[in-house]
């Protein structure tokens, strides 16, 4: 089994932080996998400040845990909302992170990820929630 954590980063306009990888196609929340022996929260605030540059400075909400079995086999992602962070240096892109950026949530990408596209419904046009990513 593996586990991962995601983050759904809005700014006070109600934008939402979004990435794309160097190496997968689409728009994606940012976030990776939990190491051996690490705090779930921990591992989101690693994450996120790697590949965005975003501190959480208040303790995110719990959205939900999915399975993720479409993928991985016996992986599990859980995605937290932080609406309470800073942002002090902006990463360049990378091989790892070819671009982040806000998006309004009526102007998302074309090229945004079917389970990110879900999760964004789920959490802001109160569509009912799936259990699988």
Same mark, same amino acid.
């Given at each position: 089994m593996t586990l991962g954590v995601q983050g759904i980063i809005t700014d006070d306009?109600? $934008?939402v932080l979004l990435i794309r $990888?160097?190496?997968r196609p689409g728009w994606h929340f940012p976030g990776g996998g939990v190491e051996h022996g690490e705090e779930v929260e921990d591992a989101l605030a690693r994450? &996120?400040?790697e590949e965005t540059g975003v501190i959480i400075t208040a303790p995110p909400r719990l959205v939900g845990i999915y399975a993720h079995f479409d993928?991985?086999?016996g992986d599990h992602?859980?995605?937290f909302l932080i609406d309470h962070w800073r942002r002090d240096v902006v990463p360049e892109p990378n091989a790892e992170i070819a671009e982040h950026r806000f998006f309004d949530l009526?102007?998302?990408p074309r090229q945004l990820s079917p389970g990110t596209a879900r999760r964004l419904r789920e &959490?802001?046009?109160d569509v009912q929630? =799936? =259990?699988?990513?």
């Open positions: 306009r109600s $934008h $990888h160097g190496y994450e &996120v400040q993928d991985y086999p992602i859980i995605l009526d102007d998302l &959490v802001f046009a929630r =799936s =259990s699988a990513w």
